[in-house]
Every structure is written in structure tokens, then in C-alpha cells.
């Protein structure tokens, strides 16, 4: 089992900046592919962004050039760097680890992010 806990959300004005972080609990973080995800009551879950243990990297069409990735294998921590915010934007953005060799993933509680003028 792994635990992933997710924190930086909160409220912003659009064309501002946000940087999430999700901790895992895990000694073999770098076999994970981690990834970001957001949910609103409209809109079933979706993909953001993933990032390979190796640091290979995927992004939604939506957040390409907007959004970073990454990782920091060392502190089993990924996160993800939200710039140029819009309102649409706004979402409960989830943390999740996969690691689907073994038929593993997991999901953090999520973190909201508001982006309103």
C-alpha cells in the first residue's frame, strides 16, 4: 500500500501560478509512473500529466506549455508546476502512482484548486 498526500492547492486569480506536491510513502517511488489528474462535478476524471520513474513525461493537450511535471526521486515526492492558471482550470487536481507491471496504482485524497477573478 501506498500513501500519497497531496498539498499546494488553493485559490488563485487566472494567469497565476500554483505549485503542487504529492509525498508517497514508498521506498520504491522510482518504479512509479506518477501522475496528476483533476475532477470537477461536470466532468468525470482526467488525465493532466504523468512522469515516468525515468522522467519521461506526458501531458494533456489542454496544459502543454502551461503546466510542469516532475519529480524528485530522492524525496519520493512528484509535483506539479501550474502557470498561466485559467478558470477552467479549476478542478480537485489528484495524485496518483502506477506501477501496472504489478497491478498496482494509487490515489491521494486530492487538493483543490480554484482559479477566480
Known amino acids: 500500500q501506498v500513501q500519497l498526500v497531496e498539498s499546494g492547492g488553493g485559490s488563485v486569480q487566472p494567469g497565476g501560478s500554483l505549485r503542487l506536491s504529492c509525498a508517497a510513502s514508498?521506498?520504491?517511488?522510482?518504479?512509479?509512473?506518477m501522475g496528476w489528474y483533476r475532477q470537477t462535478p461536470q466532468k468525470p476524471r482526467e488525465l493532466v500529466a504523468t512522469?515516468?520513474?525515468?522522467?519521461?513525461?506526458n501531458y494533456a493537450d489542454s496544459v502543454k506549455g502551461r503546466f510542469t511535471i516532475s519529480r524528485d526521486n530522492d524525496k519520493n515526492t512528484a509535483y506539479l508546476q501550474m502557470d498561466s492558471l485559467k478558470t477552467q482550470d479549476t478542478a480537485v487536481y489528484y495524485c496518483?502512482?502506477?506501477?501496472?507491471?504489478?497491478?498496482?496504482?494509487?490515489w491521494g485524497n486530492g487538493t483543490l484548486v480554484t482559479v477566480s477573478s
Open positions: 512522469i515516468t520513474g525515468g522522467g519521461r513525461t
Open positions: 514508498t521506498g520504491a517511488f522510482i518504479f512509479y509512473t
Open positions: 496518483n502512482a502506477d506501477r501496472s507491471s504489478f497491478g498496482m496504482s494509487f
